[in-house]
């Protein structure tokens, strides 16, 4: 008993065998219009574009349609409807395949994204360098003091540091401190206290006393006669 399916011919079978091989064609330069009006609506975007590229013969009255669609599905259908009305308003004097204008539409839109990432990059580099001009920057290298201690370091640093608190240096710094205090208490003494007073015998016989007083800058010698007034005081009478 013959089941009423009807066997497939060679041709569908060749035109079912590119369609499952569409990602290996790449020109179709001598096939037949209506074969390729079976075959080229299974083509994704990528495939239609190269085999269009590859092929010489003009393709357009199969594959406009077929952009259309691409086109619609890309930039919407109310961008597309408006791309229709132009050119229906031009009154045919205005006439493009759907393959230039989606070239067209892409390579513009490229361009718009292209600036947008431009803009966006400067401004990212703007706000960077902002950023990086607000940072307080950490000053490793300490200035030198204008004070020098007495340890041959520059200022108080030099004593802050950790070799203070060494116990040989700790006393070494206090035996300067006390020899230091010593020599100018020495010499407030010698400067400020006047020499003590020297009797001496004048070429007259009578006894004086002589004071000398040292300054900074000079010394002062005072002579004062001391025998007349001790006799005038033992001669007066005692009651």
Not at 23 to 43: A, F, N, Q, T
Not at 55 to 79: A, C, I, N
Not at 151 to 172: M, R, T
Request: aromatic fraction near 6%; include cysteine; charge should be positive.
């Amino acid at each position: 008993m013959e089941s009423g399916r009807k066997p497939r011919s060679l041709l569908d079978m060749c035109v079912q065998k590119l369609i499952d091989n569409l990602r290996y064609v790449g020109r179709v330069d001598g096939v037949e219009m209506e074969l390729l009006k079976r075959i080229l609506p299974h083509c994704t975007l990528e495939q239609l574009t190269r085999i269009e590229n590859r092929t010489e013969m003009d393709l357009s009255p199969v594959t406009d349609s077929l952009w259309k669609r691409f086109y619609q599905r890309e930039f919407g259908e109310e961008h597309t409807n408006m791309v229709i009305k132009r050119m229906k308003a031009s009154g045919g004097r205005v006439r493009y395949t759907w393959r230039e204008l989606f070239k067209a539409k892409t390579e513009k839109q490229k361009e718009v994204e292209d600036k947008m990432l431009e803009k966006i990059a400067k401004k990212f580099q703007a706000e960077k360098a902002e950023k990086q001009s607000k940072q307080i920057k950490l000053c490793t290298k300490v200035p030198p003091s204008s004070k020098r201690s007495f340890f041959g370091g520059s200022g108080p640093s030099s004593l802050s540091n950790s070799n203070y608190k060494s116990p040989i240096l700790k006393k070494a710094r206090i035996e300067v401190n006390s020899h230091a205090r010593l020599q100018s208490a020495m010499q407030k003494n010698t400067f400020g206290r006047p020499s003590q007073p020297i009797r001496r015998n004048s070429l007259s016989g009578q006894t004086v006393r002589t004071t000398t007083i040292h300054r900074p800058n000079s010394t002062i010698t005072i002579t004062k006669p001391i025998g007349s007034n001790r006799q005038i005081q033992n001669s007066r009478p005692k009651f």
